[in-house]
């Protein structure tokens, strides 16, 4: 069965250092792979994605994910934090050909000035 | 522009009550979804339909009921409500293939006293 781990429910960083968000995803075969940000009182927005293809996958905002498969992680980064950047961020993983997307239980990413 | 539209936005409802959370699309997406989100817990898949007729069971689907009689709508029925249904819910869609993105409605926050 798949299953997403999210390690750290809250990440601080100062304006302008490097985003560091984990996870890591259990599944018997190749996953899809995806990460979504949710602004206070918001719905859900996707981020980025893998499907298949290249391994480093950039998104909107200037994140960018790498899947490792022999890690069997998909850990999202930024290079430079914005304030604006301050959101609940979920990693989730769909099996392939089926029809459910499952998610972690989110890290709220908060940047000091 | 309107997407996934879910109403209605914010509920209190006493506890027995019972009350339909409505979502529509217009994108003629063939999949949908509800989830439930709680703090600290991510989001939870309650029920989905791949199509027009069909429903099928997520994570967590004890106390709910869902319809799918169009490809438009897919409204999320609570019976007999209960304080363990006090969440935030969203509908969410998604067309064709798995690796495809789900968009996901505004939110419905419910509150059962």
């Known amino acids: 069965a798949q299953s997403v781990t999210q390690l750290g429910s809250h990440v601080s960083v100062s304006e302008g250092a490097l985003v560091l968000l984990r996870c890591n995803y259990s599944s018997s075969v190749p996953p899809y792979l995806f990460w979504y940000v949710q602004y206070p009182n918001q719905g859900l927005q996707l981020l980025l994605k893998y499907t298949t293809g290249a391994t480093l996958v950039k998104g909107i905002n200037g994140f960018e994910a790498e899947f490792k498969k022999s890690e069997t992680s998909f850990h999202l980064t930024k290079p430079s934090a914005h304030m604006s950047d301050a959101a609940e961020y979920f990693c989730?993983?769909?099996?392939?050909?089926?029809?459910?997307?499952?998610f972690g239980t989110g890290t709220r990413l908060q940047v000091f000035p | 522009n309107a997407g996934v539209t879910q109403t209605p936005k914010f509920r209190i409802l006493k506890i027995g009550q019972s009350m339909t959370l409505q979502c529509t699309q217009d994108?003629?997406?063939?999949?949908m979804y509800w989830y439930r989100q709680d703090p600290g817990m991510g989001l939870k898949l309650i029920y989905y339909?791949?199509?027009?007729?069909?429903?099928d069971k997520g994570e967590v689907p004890n106390g709910y009921n869902v319809s799918r009689s169009t490809t438009e709508d897919f409204p999320l029925r609570l019976e007999l409500a209960a304080p363990s249904q006090t969440s935030v819910y969203f509908c969410?869609?998604?067309?064709?293939?798995?690796?495809?993105?789900?968009?996901f409605g505004e939110g419905s926050w419910l509150t059962v006293v």
């Open positions: 339909s791949v199509g027009a007729g069909i429903t």
């Open positions: 994108m003629n997406h063939n999949y």
């Open positions: 989730a993983v769909s099996e392939y050909n089926t029809d459910k997307l499952i």
């Open positions: 969410a869609s998604r067309k064709g293939e798995t690796g495809n993105t789900i968009y």
